[in-house]
């Protein structure tokens, strides 16, 4: 589980996250909705390491991720897929695959044939390059890369970001899958409100950096003020 | 054939070939840093320089050759290893010129310092292997025992860091931090560890090359007999792309032997010219290098 406690974050003179509190449970999905602008990407990379909060806490496994560095945080277990995929465009898609791999003492053929299972457009294109890939194809790479690794949580930014609504549908049942055959804790940040809303089992709305909503992810979605003030989703 | 003029394209060639891996050599130093750091540092034959100083100053203790070698190695890592971790490390995330600029003068302040240490009169580096050219029918041919050697050396070196960056964990690792630093830490790859280590090896490759070159009796070991084979090494390194190992090593090469054609039928004083020509032509033909791969990205 994962415990965000009274998390703030700037930017210099603007303040990205308000005194934000959440919990992550083990095995479930928790989808942070919001805005441009919200501050969701910043609680991710905040929780990652990749910004410093001004204060408050993040829990996971009795330590607190604050202070500790990003390699450190990843090597505890803690995947982070980020917005716009961040595959190495470079490195053929097997070599994305082994460097996720590389740092987390897992068996390397083990992982790539799971992989490829799950992902088997990935295994077609094993020796290509990442750049040549279409964008939902770098979205499984980002993902698999971050799998294989065995993560027990992984940190979700906007996987649906640029694609097309059936790949996004395609993804988000994958990582459904992930949840309800492990104990994968996921963070799933995303401005698809609706397709997040479908898999995740709770919901954190933010709005220029403070939690409006914190609840059952039926409930939010169930909300008419929140579907049309901060969702934007209107009947 | 003409017999004179068969023997002077052989003598060229291999005349070329010798002074091509040295060439070479610095190239592949600098794209070892390139691949690893993403930094072209125009220091990469200064500090070879200092760290051979550094290693023959054991000469005067009566050293051997191969301890001396092995001294110059191990002060070639601790100066790549500094200048990352003093220098460099706060250029990383600056506009690229930044890096450019400090490099630059760095390489002025090293070789001030090494000659006001050990002035700059050249000194004579002993050789491992005779440079007395081999006879061929009663006449000197071009090659000789020592010139074998700075070929199998370069040979030795460049296959080594190929395989380095193709076929090993490290080398995945040092690539993607250059590459996509943010993306590795995330992945758990301790980058800053990696990135030093990307300079100590690119300045352990360039002193082998310093050790070679101050080992030829006419030029010696001085604070600037890095200076002349930089700039061709660059040229060299451009042109066969700087994310190509084999690339550096064959363009610098072929650059030598060149160079050596230019000097025996034109003008020595063209051989710069021509070098630059060749490196002009090559990048508007293919600009990311002769010998690298480009990538189309699908939008």
Redesign the interface.
């Given at each position: 589980m994962i415990t965000v406690e009274d998390l703030s974050v700037s930017f210099g003179a603007v303040q990205a996250l308000r005194h934000v509190s959440f919990a992550a449970q083990t095995g479930k999905i928790t989808a942070v909705l919001g805005a441009n602008g919200a501050g969701k990407t910043t609680l991710l990379r905040t929780i990652s390491g990749l910004k410093e909060p001004k204060n408050g806490s993040i829990r996971f496994d009795e330590r607190d991720l604050v202070g500790e560095r990003t390699e450190d945080i990843a090597r505890m277990g803690i995947g982070h897929v980020p917005e716009g995929r961040g595959v190495i465009g470079e490195f053929t898609v097997e070599e994305n695959l082994r460097l996720g791999a590389m740092t987390a003492k897992v068996n390397l053929q083990r992982g790539l044939d799971e992989q490829y299972t799950m992902f088997p457009v990935l295994g077609e294109r094993r020796k290509q390059h990442a750049a040549k890939l279409s964008g939902g194809e770098r979205q499984m790479l980002a993902m698999a890369r971050a799998l294989i690794a065995k993560p027990t949580v992984l940190l979700l930014d906007e996987p649906s970001l640029g694609l097309a609504p059936l790949v996004t549908a395609q993804l988000m049942h994958t990582v459904q899958d992930l949840c309800e055959t492990s104990d994968l804790t996921v963070i799933l940040v995303e401005q698809n409100a609706t397709s997040a809303l479908r898999i995740a089992h709770r919901a954190v709305v933010l709005h220029v950096g403070k939690i409006v909503a914190n609840d059952e992810a039926a409930v939010v979605a169930a909300d008419e003020n929140l579907r049309q003030y901060y969702l934007g989703l209107v009947e | 054939m003409d017999p004179f003029l068969t023997s002077r394209i052989v003598t060229d060639v291999l005349g070329g070939l010798t002074n091509g891996v040295t060439y070479g050599l610095v190239a592949l130093s600098l794209v070892l840093i390139w691949r690893s750091t993403g930094i072209l540092n125009f220091a990469q034959g200064a500090m070879p320089m200092f760290a051979t100083y550094l290693g023959f100053a054991l000469l005067s203790y009566h050293f051997g050759y191969w301890p001396c070698v092995v001294a110059c190695v191990i002060a070639a890592l601790l100066i790549g290893g500094l200048t990352e971790r003093l220098l460099v490390r706060r250029l990383y995330g600056k506009p690229e010129i930044n890096p450019i600029v400090v490099m630059v003068g760095f390489l002025i302040v090293l070789e001030a310092v090494a000659a006001a240490i050990w002035s700059s009169t050249p000194r004579s580096l002993p050789s491992p292997f005779s440079t007395i050219h081999w006879q061929l029918a009663g006449k000197p041919f071009a090659l000789s025992p020592f010139t074998v050697y700075e070929i199998a050396t370069a040979l030795v070196v460049m296959l080594a860091v190929a395989a380095l960056f193709r076929f090993t964990?490290l080398g995945?690792?040092l690539?993607?931090s250059a590459?996509?630093p943010?993306?590795?830490?995330?992945?758990?790859?301790?980058?800053g560890r990696l990135l030093t280590l990307g300079w100590m090896l690119s300045t352990a490759v360039g002193v082998i090359t310093a050790i070679l070159v101050s080992a030829n009796f006419f030029s010696g070991l001085t604070p600037t007999v890095m200076d002349g084979i930089f700039a061709y090494g660059f040229i060299a390194a451009a042109i066969g792309g700087l994310?190509s190992p084999v690339g550096a090593i064959t363009a610098g090469v072929l650059l030598g032997v060149v160079n050596q054609f230019v000097t025996d039928f034109v003008n020595q004083n063209a051989v710069i010219i021509i070098a630059l020509g060749i490196l002009v032509v090559s990048l508007m033909a293919r600009p990311s290098g002769v010998f690298t791969k480009s990538?189309?990205?699908?939008v």
């Open positions: - | 964990n995945l690792q690539r993607a590459l996509a943010e993306v590795s830490r995330l992945l758990g790859v301790r980058v994310e990538t189309q990205r699908r």
